[in-house]
DNA sequence: TCTGGGGTCCTAGGACCC
DNA sequence: TCTGGGGTCCTAGGACCC
């Protein structure tokens, strides 16, 4: 029997839950009704638009595209600084409103939710009735708009839910494939991004229903398991199961920050690796895990990407020796081009309730653990600057880089 | 185009082993 | 060794998602 899928899709999420919290807070302008987006600082080197208004797009602006461009197209741009904390509580109560409906939700990411309805129909009945009422309940009670695509797979539900914004229901069954979904350019399909258009194109193939009708043996030649993969998605042929957002499911944890300055002196580096792996150590303790290997890499400030990794014997979530693994790592690497960006990341992580620890090192690593602990303990009882290390001070660079703490649900993965 | 930050997965080539 | 081949592990880089 055929499964009924709800993807949600919150529409231009940043911009709107940044709108309705101003105007809860007496500010009588609703951004939403001006061209406007939410963007970065360029001081700090951070400037993309991240989300933007429904009256900014005729403007062209982009998501992604730099603040400088966006204002070339709308010197009335209106742009706020991102708050990501809003935007998880904003997420974290439209899934709770959701939550009343069924329990088998898989958080995508931070606005994107799938629902697993197949087993609510005897219930509350008609699925798509129940998708216009959810939709209206958000509008009303949440004060944001959502487009929700209702179909029997992951894929169709998704790809329905981007056919009308905004706030709108749309369905796409199997039997409405050809009619909906053939007709659009290729790359609005799941999965086929820039360089995979390129390559389609290359084939002369232009929409998903030339995608669909391609011969898949000739697609898996130049595009090996991304050929048929596609090919599938063109054809609806999706059946993943709409899987329980569980944080424990999580591969690595890493941070990375554009610096506001180029770094040019392995000092200055060293102290930015000391800032990503101390924030990273906390997320890895704080899911409880321990972390094999690590990993760092680089930006030029000629946008050059590099990158370094190794395996280590004993898996840990110390932030001194993550730290220095991270220094290592570097000191390998870097030929002193001046850095506009750096990331320290953690993978291949192993629950950390059994540790076989060297005899050696059990002393050394309990003293060390016991710091750690102590440390999350008082950043989270008052503020995480409340503790900081004095190589910081004066030094320009943050003592905690990267966002994403508590909260973590980061299960936004490029797979279904 | 003066261009963020969080992820996941796949592929290719070399090392190493049998 | 101017020789073969398969399997697995490791690493770098690139593709994609939001």
Redesign the pocket.
Same mark, same amino acid.
Do not use: C
């Given at each position: 029997m055929s499964k009924v899928i709800f993807h949600i899709d919150v529409n231009s999420a940043y911009l709107s839950w940044e709108a309705v919290h101003r105007l809860q807070h007496g500010d009588p302008l609703d951004l939403r009704t001006v061209p406007s987006a939410v963007g970065?600082d360029?001081i700090k080197?951070?400037?993309?638009i991240?989300a933007k208004s429904i009256p900014a797009k005729p403007f062209k602006i982009q998501t992604?595209?730099?603040?400088?461009?966006a204002f070339q197209k709308c010197p009335t741009l209106k742009v706020v600084p991102p708050r990501y904390d809003l935007y998880l509580r904003s997420s974290n109560a439209m899934i709770e409103l959701i939550s009343e409906y069924s329990s088998q939700i898989q958080r995508? /990411?931070i606005?994107?939710c799938f629902v697993d309805f197949t087993d609510m129909i005897k219930l509350f009945g008609d699925p798509i009735e129940v998708a216009y009422l959810i939709k209206e309940r958000i509008k009303k009670e949440l004060g944001f708009t959502v487009s929700i695509g209702v179909s029997s797979n992951k894929l169709l539900a998704k790809v329905a839910s981007d056919l009308k914004k905004p706030d709108a229901v749309t369905t796409l069954f199997p039997e409405e494939i050809s009619q909906k979904m053939w007709p659009l350019p290729v790359g609005e399909l799941?999965?086929?991004?820039?360089?995979?258009?390129k390559k389609l194109n290359f084939l002369g193939i232009e929409t998903i229903g030339d995608l669909a009708n391609y011969d898949v043996d000739i697609l898996k030649g130049s595009l090996?398991?991304?050929g048929i993969l596609v090919w599938n998605y063109a054809n609806g042929i999706e059946n993943s199961p709409v899987k329980k957002s569980n944080h424990l499911a999580?591969?690595?944890?890493?941070?990375? /920050?554009?610096i506001p300055f180029d770094i040019d002196n392995q000092k200055e580096a060293h102290l930015m690796l000391l800032s990503l792996s101390e924030m990273v150590a906390m997320?890895l303790r704080d899911s409880q895990y321990l972390a094999r290997?690590v990993?760092i890499t680089y930006k030029t400030n000629n946008?050059n990407?590099?990158?370094?990794?190794?395996?280590f014997e004993i898996p840990t979530d110390h932030t001194t020796e993550i730290y220095h693994y991270a220094r290592t790592l570097f000191d390998e690497l870097w030929d002193g081009t001046p850095l506009r960006?750096l990331?320290v990341?953690v993978?291949e992580l192993c629950e950390n309730d059994f540790v076989q620890l060297h005899l050696f090192d059990a002393y050394a690593r309990r003293k060390n653990g016991k710091l750690d602990q102590v440390i999350d303990e008082l950043r989270g009882r008052f503020e995480p600057k409340s503790i900081m290390r004095g190589c910081f001070v004066g030094s320009g660079i943050k003592p905690l880089t990267?966002?994403?703490g508590e909260d973590d649900f980061?299960l936004?993965?490029?797979?279904l």
């Open positions: 970065g360029p080197r951070h400037g993309i991240l992604g595209e730099s603040l400088m461009a995508y /990411s606005d994107e799941f999965m086929v991004g820039r360089a995979t258009v090996k398991s991304q999580i591969k690595s944890i890493g941070n990375s /920050s554009t997320r290997l990993s946008f990407s590099l990158g370094h990794q190794k395996k960006h990331g990341r993978s990267g966002g994403v980061p936004m993965s490029s797979i």
